[in-house]
């Protein structure tokens, strides 16, 4: 049998975006920006996919930017609004459990004279809004909070921090990274104060290499990417149709039965959770399950090197990831886990499951037996 | 401009009646390295010499990283070919050739003619003379030196008429396949790659065999071990990987014996399988790339300890090298960027904090006991299951 729960780290595509992916390579191929009816043709499917995404956003058309992915969406982000409004103040806030994509620019844009607060979280890995309404000072541009973290899918009540943010200065902006949220909330950002929320493509079914950004139309933000002056001279480069499109098909989809698909994997999430309880010296990190995202489970099984689980895993079928990437050459381990107050050994043996709609309940019965049968084995050898 | 590459040999040269045999061992090497190199190419054995030949086009950095690959080759000559026009003719072409190589040059130089065909109407010292006054004519800057030139221009004269002067550094050694053959154990750490290229400088094939603890250790170690072989294998050529599954083994070991004895155990059973490939190989010795003192298993205690099962001479290349110094010949072949790729070996899976480090051989033994039952009948497994790999 196999088992894929690394659905954070990737999605399977949906049938429908591979036919719209095939369709603008092999049929529709024109390049959106050529003036004959090719090109037509293409720019329509450029003007569809926006409005599409727009629709599960309730946002216009014209605030949707197209991306290479969630990393440029984060990056553009930050450093396209740090340095479009550095005159008004250079002071940013984010937390300590981002995504490498938000905290490396962070750390670029503090070498750049920027001054950056990284908030804290708590044990569950949600942030203080007292905390945070005190960073935020007249000179804050910028905050940017993840809404379900990557790791132990802990979930930021986003519209409490964006209430929280415009009442204390109204002119800070909100960037959300939404790379694990779009696809498994319903996300409407005026009615969140988000000004700027970031999307990846993949992790909801649709292709790699393209992702997009919302940008609310008042922001004041500064292009990275220059050239060709494609997207409202935004975003240059030629058009990725295939990936527009694809990305498209794959937001309408996963946004049609969002309610039944979030019951499902909370079921699957119940099941797992409960599995793992019951066995011995396994520390489950994150939220209470009803507050946590549904499609993450992150666990750590004592004595068990991540790696050792994961390979073991992998030779029976099932792909899960490892909660931080340790090794005997790099022992930092991951930042989420580090904030929420993991100890050294939990660190070291954390895995992280990860569902879609595709997930079944067979699938977490499987993972469950086969777990149960190889913790003993490998807890009898280990380093000391 | 260059159309053909004189090679010159070092070692080879002093062989006495095997010398053939290792002249044509250097052919063959030479043939290998430029497999796929674009261009075609002649490799040829005359009087003494060996060329490479061009026909068409073919890239010129290319072919010369490429014969820097091959062990056995102290220089490299890039030759300019004329065909014999009159004695006019080949003045014209010796001057610009100097002009074309050394603009405004204030060096000494000599010119030094060969005249295989004893048929030119020049003999050697005269060519000396007029070829060195043509360029004295046009570069007024440069001198002669008949005894210390900073540029020794040759001038052989054959069918056809071949002109060089520049000598570009080989890797030296002897051609791979004059020396028999070893078995290296590769793990992915920086030294082993280093010890087996240095092994394959002295003309002797390699093959290797890696030991691997799956779940413990990934699969993407294993092909980081691969891709080390690769890269030593563009100067040993071809190298067979075992790739052995030792987890079984590690764990009895870890069942049976102080931990603390685990390491120097389990380096032991590990020279003990690498024997039995090399019997099956046909390979004559072991190359590990030891460094007394390096770790605790290298202490020469160790060292004394894992050498006592082996029958075979063990070849330690690194034996008295500093870090730094394997370091450097690992940047020269560029393995080190791939060697300190994060990925656990199963040398350090299940290491000890404090593990032995002038161990006993006596306690060892004993320890060893412990191991009897179902040993031998493991490492026949362990043998008989390897993964062959050829890696080029």
């Known amino acids: 049998m196999e088992a894929y729960l690394d659905n954070s780290a990737t999605t399977r595509c ?30 329509n499917y450029m003007k569809d996919a926006a409005r599409k995404i727009a629709k599960t956003l309730k946002v216009s058309d014209q605030e949707i930017y197209f991306t290479s992915g969630g990393t440029e969406s984060d990056n553009w982000a930050l450093v396209g609004t740090a340095l479009a409004n550095q005159r008004r103040g250079k002071h940013l806030i984010t937390t300590a459990i981002e995504h490498p994509a938000v905290s490396a620019p962070m750390a670029y844009l503090e070498e750049l004279g920027f001054t950056v607060t990284r908030l804290g979280v708590d044990k569950e890995g949600r942030i203080s809004l007292e905390e945070l309404e005190d960073a935020i000072t007249e000179e804050t541009t910028l905050v940017s909070i993840m809404y379900v973290n990557n790791e132990i899918g802990a979930v930021q009540d986003i519209q409490a921090i964006g209430a929280r943010i415009k009442q204390k200065n109204p002119d800070t902006y909100f960037h959300v990274d939404a790379i694990q949220a779009y696809g498994k909330y319903r996300i409407y950002p005026k009615k969140m104060k988000i000004d700027l929320l970031s999307v990846s493509g993949h992790k909801i079914h649709g292709p790699k290499g393209i992702g997009f950004l919302y940008i609310d139309e008042k922001v004041k933000i500064r292009p990275l990417i220059l050239g060709g002056g494609q997207q409202t001279g935004m975003r240059s480069g030629t058009d990725n149709v295939p990936g527009a499109s694809g990305l498209a098909v794959a937001a309408e989809k996963i946004y049609e039965n969002l309610e039944s698909q979030m019951a499902h994997m909370q079921e699957l999430k119940q099941k797992l959770c409960q599995g793992l309880s019951q066995m011995e010296r396994v520390v489950i990190h994150g939220m209470p399950l009803e507050e946590g995202a549904p499609q993450i489970v992150n666990a750590s099984f004592t004595g068990v090197r991540s790696e050792v ?32 107050g993991c100890s050294m050994e939990e660190k070291e043996s954390a895995l992280r499951f990860s569902f879609s709609e595709l997930t079944t309940m067979e699938e977490i019965d499987y993972v469950l037996e086969v777990i149960a049968e190889v913790l003993p084995m490998l807890r009898r050898y280990t380093r000391h | 401009m260059f159309k053909a590459f004189l090679i010159k040999y070092a070692e080879i040269g002093i062989k006495g009646k095997n010398r053939y045999l290792f002249e044509e061992a250097l052919v063959n090497q030479i043939r290998y390295a430029l497999r796929n190199v674009e261009g075609t190419f002649k490799v040829t054995r005359e009087q003494g010499r060996i060329y490479v030949f061009t026909e068409g086009e073919f890239d010129y950095d290319e072919t010369v990283e490429a014969l820097k690959t091959v062990f056995g080759i102290s220089g490299i000559c890039p030759v300019v070919v004329l065909e014999d026009e009159g004695f006019e003719k080949l003045a014209g072409e010796v001057v610009s050739y100097v002009q074309h190589m050394y603009p405004d040059s204030h060096a000494t130089f000599k010119v030094h003619a060969r005249r295989a065909r004893k048929t030119y109407p020049m003999d050697s010292m005269e060519l000396n003379c007029e070829l060195g006054g043509r360029i004295l004519d046009v570069c007024p800057d440069m001198k002669v030196d008949v005894h210390k030139p900073e540029i020794l221009l ?98 009895y070991i870890y069942d049976q014996c102080p931990h603390d004895e685990l390491t120097i155990i389990m380096r032991r059973y590990m020279m003990k399988i690498a024997e039995s490939f090399a019997h099956q190989d046909g390979a004559l010795g072991l190359i590990t790339g030891e460094s007394i003192g390096q770790v605790a298993s290298q202490t020469i205690q160790s060292l ?80 008989s299951t390897a993964e062959t790999i050829e890696v080029e």
Do not use: W
């Open chain 1, 14 to 43: 949906y049938e429908e975006v591979k036919d719209v992916v095939v369709k603008t390579m092999m049929e529709d191929y024109g390049n959106p920006s050529a003036m004959h009816q090719k090109g037509v043709d293409a720019e």
């Open chain 1, 309 to 340: 689980l994961l390979h073991t895993l992998e030779e029976r079928g099932i792909y899960v990831s490892a909660g931080s990437a340790c090794s005997s050459h790099k022992r930092s381990g991951s930042p989420t886990l580090n904030a929420i």
């Open chain 2, 154 to 251: 040759t001038v052989e004269i054959r069918k056809a008429i071949y002109v060089y002067s520049e000598t570009i550094p080989g890797p030296g050694g002897m051609p791979v396949g004059t020396n028999g053959s070893a078995m290296l154990l590769l793990s992915g750490g920086i030294d082993s790659p280093v010890a087996g290229y240095m092994i394959a400088k002295r003309g002797v094939k390699i093959d290797a065999v890696y030991f691997h603890a799956p779940p413990y250790t990934s699969e993407r170690a294993k092909q980081k071990v691969v891709d080390l072989a690769k890269l030593v294998a563009r100067y040993s050529g071809p190298i067979r990987l075992h790739v052995v599954n030792f987890t079984e083994i590690q764990l």
């Open chain 2, 304 to 383: 004394a300890c894992t050498n006592e099962v082996c029958t075979m001479p063990v070849f330690r290349p690194l034996i008295g090298f500093d870090k730094q110094e394997i370091v450097d010949i690992a940047l020269k072949i560029n393995t080190y960027e791939t060697s300190i790729l994060p990925f656990e070996d199963c040398c350090t899976i299940f290491v000890a904090k404090h593990p032995v480090t002038k161990p006993n051989l006596n306690i060892i033994k004993r320890s060893e006991k412990h191991l009897e039952e179902k040993i031998d009948e493991m490492m026949e497994t362990a043998v």
